[in-house]
């Protein structure tokens, strides 16, 4: 039998049964409270008197008693062969452990009917998650079918999006190649049918000889034919160039009163002395002027009114302008003549459409005619309408802007330009087509850049001569003058050899263009985010650059101002030395201009405060100067600015090229923004 417990300790443990148990768990003493529950008996293992299923619980209680004090360790022990359950606290004794035991006092019956319960309620919820998982395991089935399902109609609808796709490439070859047959077989003809018609013409010149009357008759209808092929021709080529949108937007700014009478000039031959019809031509009210394509107006005009004149026998064929709302201008071509059925109305515009008529047996025509026309008053961004009652006559209402939308959008670019916009690098864009320049200002709005449009070489030079941009993209193959000579005088040019250039047009001469220094060659047409890219990597985009001026020479900073103007450079002006130090704290400027001489203290003492404060001792400095400088001060100078530069060598290129050289040797001059700012 081991010792028993010292009285302390055995006060301490407050016992109701005390045990002491060795190592191994066996039970080397026990007080005769314990003897008498628990019938314990020297040597008998104290697992031997756990409740079923509780013996794991009662090895790891002599287990840590062994080695630490336990308070508050519930195990069940049987007393009397019923499950009693039992606090337990326990500390470490001569190499085993001394336990004390309180009996918990509890209605065993009851909470064995409380876990009973319990587990009958766990069985039932397992039995009710089982029966949810086989339901979910159902509706998952049932979901996996409705997937395949729709798998298989997403493959029907590819399968046939792949069919309706290929069919759409195929006819818009088809109408490609159709609009090139077209084009091609019609300036074809064209040769021939000059040959014809002059041939005509000199067999029906008497001075080339005589023909009986049938010779000029057969002669006179083989050019009636040939003069209706040839304007048969004319209009299939106008009508291809309006489908493929190859044709070009001429605008002009010409009065209606003007146009009118020309038109009527034009038109007078058709009508001869003795026909019962009467042409005539209403004079605008007032001086209506319009700035327009006048060539493609005239176009429409002129088949409207030779159509009028074909179908009308009798009256009079009236042709009118006047101001109509929103801007626009109405023009009206009224007849007396056969008119025209209303089913008839929308027929008329499509091609080859002809309306059935004995009047139409007589007057052959194209059928392209209105067709064409109506095509023409789309381009001018107005509508071609017809108003016919049939024996009554028809009007037809030409409506368009009195000033077309791309002439007002090319005006509003254009102003728009004209005032650099701080925070977006400028980009000179030389393109002679106007809706080329709309799609280049709308790409580049959104990423900060602002467009700069010319679609002239000279109109280039001037801009250049007020900016300098950022990059250039140009095309080389302009209306009535191409530009690579341009192109040949930038790059020849210091003051714009190294402006990026990126030459984009149709024609596949990339190398041309860079044995004339361009920095990228590409063909037309350009995709967005490959021209946003290039520009990024050619251009200095960014933050615009930040200058300061310490001088208090009020007509020096004056003209350090004008020379900057319309660049990416923002000044800032200070007239003394304490006053610049303090901008120059306040602004962090990318570089400072710094007289030599000022009133209050010398450009040394600025040079020292600006290198002895960590925010401004990385500035580059341009100290210039109208003094002969002393070779020490030269020298001295030299280690702690940029540059020196004379007052008097002071010029906008001089002060760019300055102003670029000393960003350039801290960072700043190949992207702006970048380097040191904080």
Known sequence: MTTPIPAPLWHFLSREVALVCDASGSITWGDERAVRM??????????????????????????????????????????????RT???RGAPHEGGSALVGSLVTEDYAASLSQVSETMSELAALH??????????????????LLNRDLEESNRGVRTLHAELDEKTESLVRAAEIKSRVVANVSHEFRTPLHSILGLARLLLNPANGSLTVEQQKQVQFIRTSGEALFELVNDLLDLSKM???????????????????ALRGMMRPLVPVDSPVELRFEEPPGELLLETDEAKVSQVLRNLVSNALKFTETGHVTVSAELAPDDRVCFQVRDTGIGISPELHERIF?????????????????????????????????????????????????????????????????????????????VLVLEDDRQTLFLYEKYLERSGFQVLPVRTVDEARRTLQRVRPAAIVMDVM????????????????????????????????????????????????????????????????????????????????????????????????AATGPEGIRLAREQRPDLIFLDFVLPDMTAFDVLDDLKADPITRDIPVILHTSRQLQEEERQRLAKETAIILAKHTLSREVAISRIRDALHKTGLGTNQGEGRRG
Request: with cysteine.
């Open 350 to 426: 499509e091609e080859f459409t002809q309306v059935e008529s004995p009047l139409q047996k007589k007057v052959k025509g194209t059928g392209l005619g209105l067709a064409l026309s109506r095509r023409l008053a789309e381009f001018l961004g107005g509508s071609l309408t017809v108003q016919s009652t049939p024996g009554r006559g028809s009007t037809f209402t030409l409506l368009i802007p009195r000033v077309h939308p791309e002439v007002e959008a090319m005006v509003s670019l254009a102003e728009r330009s004209q005032h650099l916009e701080p925070g977006r690098a400028p």
């Open 478 to 573: 302009l209306e009535g003058e191409t530009s690579w000579g341009f192109l040949s005088e930038l790059k020849g040019n210091e003051a714009t050899r190294d402006i990026p250039t990126l030459v984009v047009t149709l024609m596949d001469r990339e190398h041309k263009a860079r044995a004339l220094g361009a920095d990228e060659f590409w063909l037309k047409p350009v995709v967005e985010e490959q021209l946003l890219r290039k520009l990024a990597a050619m251009a200095r985009t960014g933050p615009v650059h930040k200058l300061l001026i310490i001088d208090d020479d009020d007509v020096h900073r004056y003209l350090l101002r004008q020379l900057l103007k319309d660049t990416p450079y923002v000044l800032s002006e």
């Open 86 to 88: 039992f606090a337990f």
């Open 38 to 83: 628990l019938e314990c008996t020297p040597g008998q293992p104290l697992r031997k008197l756990a409740a079923q299923g509780t013996e794991d619980k009662v090895d790891r209680l002599i287990t840590l008693a062994r080695d630490e004090r336990v308070e508050g360790w519930e195990v069940i022990l049987c007393v009397g062969g019923m499950p």
């Open 243 to 261: 489908e493929s949108g190859k044709a070009t937007l001429r605008p002009l700014r010409f009065s209606a009163s003007d146009f009118l009478g």
């Open 127 to 144: 039995r009710e998650t089982e029966r949810q998982q086989r339901e979910l395991k159902r509706r998952a089935d049932e979901l996996a």
